[in-house]
């Protein structure tokens, strides 16, 4: 992804946080997980900084920002492809997936009622069978 074709200016800080979410595409980082990141690899950036960028990085279309139940925001690369979620309630651990009977269905059903779906979120709470 180019920072530019995004509308912000190339800076050291977005040019490390970018690299390090592009370095794990299909994780759901959150703000501390980046941060941890940086400062594991010897980066001196502060934690505003990188939720300022996060923040700028979303309005920018370049990550997509979740807010899971019991959680704090989590961030992922913006595919441009639609996904839903499922999330383990007790590690917290993000499992993608997608299925076109339940995106048909929804569809269904918003017509039913008259209206019409444009967008949704998907999120679906589950735990490892013993």
């Known amino acids: 992804m180019e920072l530019r074709k995004a509308g912000l200016k190339v800076t050291l800080p977005r040019v490390k946080i970018l690299s390090i979410l592009e370095s794990n595409p299909d994780a759901h980082m959150s703000a501390e997980d980046v ?29 997509e920002r979740h807010n899971f139940d019991g959680g ?4 992922e ?6 996904h ?20 048909r ?3 269904e059903i918003a017509e039913q009622h008259g209206v019409e779906l444009v967008d949704h979120s998907l999120v679906l709470y ?5």
Request: aromatic share 8%.
């Open 126 to 130: 589950v735990r490892k069978k013993s």
């Open 84 to 103: 839903d979620h499922m999330v383990d309630v007790d590690d917290g651990s993000v499992i993608e997936f997608s299925n076109e009977q339940i995106e």
């Open 35 to 63: 941060y941890r990141s940086l400062i594991d690899s010897g980066e001196d950036i502060g934690l505003a900084t990188v939720y300022r960028v996060l923040t700028q990085f979303e309005t920018a279309g370049l990550v």
């Open 72 to 75: 704090h925001s989590v961030f």
């Open 105 to 107: 269905l929804q569809h």
């Open 77 to 82: 690369l913006a595919r441009g492809d639609h």
